[in-house]
T-cell receptor, first 110, second 113 residues
Framework: QKEVEQDPGPLSVPEGAIVSLNCTYS??????FMWYRQYSRKGPELLMY????GNKEDGRFTAQVDKSSKYISLFIRDSQPSDSATYLC??????????FGTGTSLTVIP | DSGVTQTPKHLITATGQRVTLRCSPR?????VYWYQQSLDQGLQFLIQ???????AKGNILERFSAQQFPDLHSELNLSSLELGDSALYFC????????????FGPGTRLTVL
């Protein structure tokens, strides 16, 4: 079983839609949960990180962590064509291992 | 632009050869991380250095090695290259040792023929 599972998509939504991206994980010791955005042929860009459970909001982006279900989500409100990218979740215990999901490809159609 | 630089952008070489990838972290960052991204494996953590010392090791092959120099730049050495080593190699950096706030470079695309 992989440490982190992420639906690869692809996901296609109309402009202005609310997008929900999700990851599940198996290791209950994970404490830090990150979301990265990666445009084609570019390096991943950190969007936000969350410590332990709860929500965190940054502009149009909201990250949620449910440790009891081992489930994390990223919501994008009022999605824009510029949000079209691959979104990667990542997590760590805070120690010396760092795990990425395989990424979900998102296309926002104008 | 994250402030992390990587050279070269592209590298084409043959099986059995050795290559060196270079990374300069953001100004003030002490940690450097190396990742391999391939289509079938996704983004795999290879190794972390903090202020010149190896801090954490992931799925790094014995044919691969890295180091971080006193000026904090880092090099990833890949030897006895195989076709399966063709991938994007990313470097990331962070201020401290914690892995949760990393900033990635643009990557080096390695093609092994």
């Amino acid at each position: 079983q992989k440490e982190v599972e992420q639906d690869p998509g692809p996901l296609s939504v109309p402009e202005g839609a609310i997008v929900s991206l999700n990851c599940t994980y198996s290791n209950s010791a994970f404490q830090y949960f990150m979301w990265y955005r990666q445009y084609s042929r570019k390096g991943p860009e950190l969007l936000m990180y969350t410590y332990s459970s709860g929500n965190k909001e940054d502009g149009r982006f909201t990250a949620q962590v449910d440790k009891s279900s081992k489930y994390i989500s990223l919501f994008i409100r009022d999605s824009q064509p510029s949000d079209s990218a691959t979104y990667l979740c990542a997590m760590t215990r805070g120690g010396n291992q760092f795990y990425f999901g395989t990424g979900t490809s998102l296309t926002v159609i104008p | 632009d994250s402030g992390v630089t990587q050279t070269p952008k592209h590298l084409i070489t043959a099986t059995g050869q050795r290559v060196t990838l270079r990374c300069s972290p953001r100004s003030g960052d002490l940690s450097v991380y190396w990742y391999q991204q391939s289509l079938d494996q996704g983004l795999q953590f290879l190794i972390q250095y903090y202020n010149g010392e190896e801090r954490a090791k992931g799925n790094i092959l014995e044919r691969f090695s890295a180091q971080q120099f006193p000026d904090l730049h880092s090099e990833l050495n890949l030897s006895s290259l195989e076709l399966g080593d063709s991938a994007l190699y990313f470097c990331a950096s962070s201020v401290g040792q914690a892995m949760y706030e990393q900033f990635f470079g643009p990557g080096t695309r390695l093609t092994v023929l």
